[in-house]
């Protein structure tokens, strides 16, 4: 299992135009990547942050998903939205 937490901060008034561009890369990614296992999208209070929280089964699921036409896509059409993203990786230590 490796999970993948990612944090947006997005610029201001631009929220409405990223979560639906999100929530496409983040159905197409469970439906067309068999190494996605889990892909949640969270909005909080602060209209400006929005988090994922994705499991792969491994490492190479994830960079497959990174190499991926919709994420590349995704990441081209919301660059001109994002202030700063935080990725972290997280490896499961035991079973």
């Known amino acids: ?27 197409k990614s469970l439906s067309d990547e068999p190494g996605c296992l889990q892909f949640d999208v ?6 400006a942050i929005v988090f994922l929280y994705e499991i792969y089964s491994n ?8 190499d991926s036409p919709h994420f ?13 993203k935080q990725v972290n990786t997280f490896s499961e230590v035991m079973r």
């Not at 993948?4 to 135009?17: C, D, I, M, N, W």
């Not at 490492?59 to 998903?65: K, Q, S, T």
């Not at 590349?72 to 700063?84: C, E, G, H, Q």
């Open 72 to 84: 590349k896509t995704f990441d081209l059409a919301v660059s001109d939205m994002v202030v700063r």
């Open 59 to 66: 490492a190479d699921a994830f960079r497959i998903h990174l």
């Open 42 to 47: 969270c909005a909080g209070d602060d209209p």
């Open 1 to 27: 299992m490796y999970a993948v937490t990612v944090t947006f901060e997005l610029k201001p008034g631009t929220r409405e135009r990223f979560l639906p561009l999100m929530l496409d890369n983040a159905r």
